[in-house]
Protein backbone atom coordinates (compact mmCIF):
# COMPACT_ATOMS: atom_id res chain seq x y z
CA UNK A 1 0.00 0.00 0.00
CA UNK A 2 3.05 2.52 0.58
CA UNK A 3 4.51 2.44 -2.76
CA UNK A 4 1.15 3.15 -4.05
CA UNK A 5 0.35 5.70 -2.05
CA UNK A 6 3.92 7.19 -3.07
CA UNK A 7 3.19 6.81 -6.62
CA UNK A 8 -0.10 8.95 -6.45
CA UNK A 9 1.90 11.75 -4.19
CA UNK A 10 4.38 11.78 -6.66
CA UNK A 11 2.47 11.99 -9.20
CA UNK A 12 -0.09 15.27 -8.46
CA UNK A 13 3.01 16.56 -7.01
CA UNK A 14 4.18 16.16 -11.13
CA UNK A 15 0.42 17.84 -12.07
CA UNK A 16 0.82 20.60 -10.07
CA UNK A 17 4.44 21.17 -10.61
CA UNK A 18 3.57 21.26 -14.70
CA UNK A 19 0.20 23.29 -13.82
CA UNK A 20 2.47 26.16 -12.65
CA UNK A 21 4.72 26.24 -15.33
CA UNK A 22 4.46 28.93 -17.79
CA UNK A 23 2.85 28.23 -20.80
CA UNK A 24 3.07 29.31 -24.17
CA UNK A 25 -0.31 30.73 -24.50
CA UNK A 26 -0.47 33.60 -22.32
CA UNK A 27 2.64 34.80 -24.74
CA UNK A 28 1.07 34.31 -27.37
CA UNK A 29 -2.26 35.95 -26.24
CA UNK A 30 -0.19 39.24 -24.58
CA UNK A 31 1.45 39.17 -28.05
CA UNK A 32 -1.43 38.66 -30.47
CA UNK A 33 -3.03 42.09 -28.24
CA UNK A 34 -0.15 43.69 -29.03
CA UNK A 35 -0.36 43.18 -32.16
CA UNK A 36 -4.18 44.01 -32.37
CA UNK A 37 -3.60 47.34 -30.95
CA UNK A 38 -0.85 48.17 -33.16
CA UNK A 39 -3.19 47.46 -36.07
CA UNK A 40 -5.80 49.57 -34.83
CA UNK A 41 -3.20 52.44 -34.35
CA UNK A 42 -3.29 52.46 -30.37
CA UNK A 43 0.70 52.91 -30.34
CA UNK A 44 0.79 53.80 -26.62
CA UNK A 45 -1.14 50.31 -25.87
CA UNK A 46 0.78 48.37 -28.36
CA UNK A 47 3.73 49.70 -27.08
CA UNK A 48 2.90 48.81 -23.43
CA UNK A 49 2.06 45.19 -24.30
CA UNK A 50 4.79 45.08 -26.49
CA UNK A 51 6.79 46.20 -23.25
CA UNK A 52 5.31 43.54 -20.98
CA UNK A 53 5.90 40.27 -23.49
CA UNK A 54 9.24 40.93 -24.15
CA UNK A 55 9.95 41.68 -19.93
CA UNK A 56 7.79 38.51 -19.23
CA UNK A 57 9.67 36.16 -22.47
CA UNK A 58 13.01 37.58 -22.88
CA UNK A 59 13.85 33.83 -24.02
CA UNK A 60 10.83 33.84 -26.36
CA UNK A 61 11.83 33.61 -30.24
CA UNK A 62 9.16 36.23 -30.95
CA UNK A 63 10.65 38.94 -28.63
CA UNK A 64 13.25 40.44 -30.94
CA UNK A 65 10.38 41.10 -33.06
CA UNK A 66 8.61 42.55 -30.15
CA UNK A 67 12.16 44.43 -29.22
CA UNK A 68 11.90 45.67 -33.11
CA UNK A 69 8.88 46.78 -32.64
CA UNK A 70 9.15 48.30 -29.92
CA UNK A 71 11.94 50.31 -30.98
CA UNK A 72 10.09 51.49 -33.98
CA UNK A 73 7.19 52.66 -31.80
CA UNK A 74 9.31 54.65 -29.32
CA UNK A 75 10.56 56.41 -32.30
CA UNK A 76 7.21 56.95 -34.06
CA UNK A 77 5.27 58.28 -30.64
CA UNK A 78 8.85 60.49 -29.84
CA UNK A 79 8.02 61.93 -33.54
CA UNK A 80 4.31 62.51 -32.55
CA UNK A 81 4.72 64.16 -29.90
CA UNK A 82 7.42 66.73 -30.95
CA UNK A 83 4.95 67.18 -33.81
CA UNK A 84 1.74 67.94 -31.74
CA UNK A 85 4.30 70.34 -29.11
CA UNK A 86 4.96 72.30 -32.26
CA UNK A 87 1.36 72.07 -33.61
CA UNK A 88 0.33 73.88 -30.32
CA UNK A 89 3.03 76.16 -29.84
CA UNK A 90 2.99 79.41 -31.84
CA UNK A 91 6.47 78.36 -33.64
CA UNK A 92 4.68 77.38 -36.60
CA UNK A 93 2.47 80.61 -37.55
CA UNK A 94 5.84 82.72 -36.71
CA UNK A 95 7.37 80.36 -39.10
CA UNK A 96 4.54 80.85 -41.76
CA UNK A 97 4.98 84.81 -41.47
CA UNK A 98 8.79 84.54 -41.93
CA UNK A 99 8.51 82.50 -44.71
CA UNK A 100 6.04 84.78 -46.17
CA UNK A 101 8.67 87.52 -45.33
CA UNK A 102 11.13 85.91 -46.69
CA UNK A 103 9.47 85.49 -50.48
CA UNK A 104 8.45 88.99 -50.24
CA UNK A 105 11.88 89.90 -50.07
CA UNK A 106 12.59 87.21 -52.82
CA UNK A 107 10.64 88.73 -55.02
CA UNK A 108 11.30 92.72 -54.40
CA UNK A 109 15.29 91.36 -54.97
CA UNK A 110 14.31 89.70 -58.36
CA UNK A 111 12.26 92.99 -59.68
CA UNK A 112 15.18 95.43 -58.45
CA UNK A 113 17.15 92.66 -60.24
CA UNK A 114 15.52 92.89 -63.82
CA UNK A 115 15.81 97.17 -63.36
CA UNK A 116 18.94 97.29 -62.96
CA UNK A 117 19.58 94.23 -65.92
CA UNK A 118 17.60 96.92 -67.82
CA UNK A 119 19.64 100.04 -66.74
CA UNK A 120 22.78 98.04 -67.55
CA UNK A 121 21.48 97.16 -71.22
CA UNK A 122 20.89 100.94 -71.58
CA UNK A 123 24.19 101.71 -70.21
CA UNK A 124 25.79 100.02 -72.83
CA UNK A 125 24.12 101.02 -75.74
CA UNK A 126 24.70 104.34 -74.79
CA UNK A 127 28.76 103.32 -74.20
CA UNK A 128 28.69 102.13 -77.54
CA UNK A 129 27.41 105.01 -79.52
CA UNK A 130 29.52 107.63 -77.71
CA UNK A 131 33.00 105.57 -78.66
CA UNK A 132 35.18 107.04 -80.95
CA UNK A 133 34.41 105.73 -84.34
CA UNK A 134 31.05 104.14 -83.36
CA UNK A 135 28.50 105.37 -85.94
CA UNK A 136 25.90 108.17 -85.62
Excluded: H
Excluded at 46 to 52: G, I, P
Amino acid sequence: MKPLFVIVIAGMLCTGCASMAPSPAPAKNSLDQADAKMAAADYRGAQALYTEFVNANPGNPQAARARAIQAALDRLLSAQAESDRLKQSNEIPRLRREIAERQGEVERLKAENAKLRTDIERLKNIDLETLPGARK
